[in-house]
């Protein structure tokens, strides 16, 4: 597998994947995160002198069709800011508004590999998801990962490959369904998983024995929208003595000051842990962000699901779709 510092670019058009699903407001971007994390890779490509760049890239849920206020001209105009006047390169509309991007056509990868001569894959947040510009594009070009790709896979591997331990997993918020297979993988890499959120309700229920017996579940408040502050207070005292910590969930609904108790221990505790922390999940971060803690966190992965699944998989269908890719 190459980086898009090992592959060819002078002279060539280069077709870069990245995740700019950033949140828009009055016709603006809200927050520039997720673009300001591309920009190592794009000036690299600038760097070394490639012919143009042309980002694909999605912003929300679409559904498969046109919505007006998911163009991607506000991200176009804020990231044409950030670099240097006259760079070559364009952004692409939003691919979710095409069907067959979710669908993995094909022939729809083909049209997009038609605008480009090299393929770099940025995007590590989909990169579990099998989309056309994730999975089909690699078959048709030859392909790297991107700056920001490998930044995350280095961090993440700190968790995988001889970690500081105990490893405590702290898994939150409110969908079972996608969270439930997910635990069942991590009891091989944690030592402990403590779990709060709307799905500490659920695991006792539907878990497997042995992810129970290596699980602490908090108990919820009356209302189920907040862990109680006796939970909280126990899971920030393993959180403390833990040689790395894994945050993926909020507590509760930590968007009403009434419900967020428990997300704002957690977060300051994973903060202030002497441990290597790493968080991921649009959620999570937002939640670190709102009680400003975040400065003491080691790593904060763009990508939830994404952290989640190469945390517990080793790889990713789009890490795998580049390393087979023809160079």
């Not at 950033?22 to 971007?29: F, H």
């Not at 919505?67 to 939003?94: C, D, I, M, T, Y």
């Not at 605008?115 to 594009?137: M, P, T």
């Amino acid at each position: 597998m190459k980086t898009v510092t090992e592959i060819a670019v002078e002279g060539k058009r280069v077709l870069l994947r990245t995740d700019y699903d950033v949140p828009l407001k009055d016709g603006k971007v809200a927050d520039d995160t997720r673009i300001k994390a591309s920009l190592p890779t794009i000036n690299a490509l600038l760097d070394r002198r490639a012919k143009a760049i042309t980002i694909l890239c999605h912003i929300n849920r679409p559904g498969g069709k046109v919505v007006e206020s998911l163009r991607v001209k506000p991200v176009a105009e804020h990231l044409s800011s950030l670099l240097p006047e006259g760079a070559p390169l364009n952004v692409e509309e939003n691919l979710r508004f095409n069907p067959r991007e979710k669908e993995n056509n094909l022939d729809f990868a083909k049209e997009l590999a038609e605008k480009g001569d090299v393929f770099v894959n940025d995007a590590f947040a989909v990169s579990h998801r099998e989309h056309a510009s994730i999975v089909s594009l690699p078959k048709l070009l030859p392909s790297s990962i991107g700056l920001h790709f490998e930044e995350e896979l280095n961090a993440l591997d700190k968790v995988r490959q001889n970690p500081r331990r105990p490893v405590i997993f702290v898994i939150g918020g409110a969908k079972l369904e996608t969270k439930l297979p997910i635990i069942e993988k991590i009891v091989n890499i944690a030592d402990e998983i403590l779990v709060g959120g709307k799905i500490a309700q659920e695991v006792g229920n539907t878990c497997s024995p042995e992810a129970l017996a290596c699980m602490t579940v908090a108990q919820l408040a009356e209302d189920g929208k907040d862990i109680t502050g006796e939970s909280a207070g126990t899971f920030a005292r393993k959180i403390s003595k833990a040689g790395t910590i894994v945050w993926n969930g909020p507590m509760g609904v930590y968007e009403e000051d009434a419900h967020s108790k428990g997300s704002r221990i957690i977060a300051q505790a994973v903060n202030a842990a002497p441990g290597y922390t790493v968080i991921g999940g649009g959620d999570t971060e937002a939640a670190a962000t709102k009680f400003d803690a975040e400065d003491g966190i080691d790593h904060i992965s763009m990508g939830g699901g994404a952290m989640l699944q190469y945390l517990t998989e080793g790889t990713l269908v789009g890490l795998e779709a580049i390393k087979e890719s023809k160079q």
